[in-house]
């Protein structure tokens, strides 16, 4: 099982971005905020949006690297390839790696480790 996290496991263009806004399903959690939306292409991909208003640049590099870490792991579950952008909420801020992980197991896949 490969579990590198290439460009073609990455959601890159704005327009990309703005098409899964419009046409994904919204689910949210204690800590994201998660669209969702099968896509045709042969990888999942993952886009992470954490805004200025979560934290200085060192808070939002961690918890970028969490959610690219949890998916990197863990994309190989989802059932087909889906675009899936993750939306960090202020309160990802002050939560740990585990809770934060646990809040992306719920919201990817509906169930706690």
């Known amino acids: 099982m490969d579990f590198s996290f290439t460009p073609l496991h990455r959601i890159r263009k704005r327009s990309e971005y703005l098409r899964l806004s419009r046409r994904g399903r919204r689910q949210e959690s204690a800590y994201f ?8 292409l ?7 949006t954490v805004t200025r208003k979560v934290g200085p640049a060192w808070m939002r590099n ?3 690297r969490v959610v690219r870490e949890y998916f990197r792991q863990n994309r ?4 087909r ?10 309160a990802a801020a002050g939560a740990d790696n585990r809770l934060l992980s646990e809040d992306l197991e719920a919201l990817l896949f509906g169930s706690r480790p």
């Open 42 to 48: 042969p990888a999942p991909r993952l886009g992470v």
């Open 62 to 64: 961690r918890i970028k």
């Open 33 to 40: 905020i998660g669209v969702v939306q099968q896509t045709s």
């Open 76 to 79: 190989h579950r989802l059932a």
């Open 81 to 90: 390839p889906h675009d899936v952008n993750v939306i960090a909420k202020r």
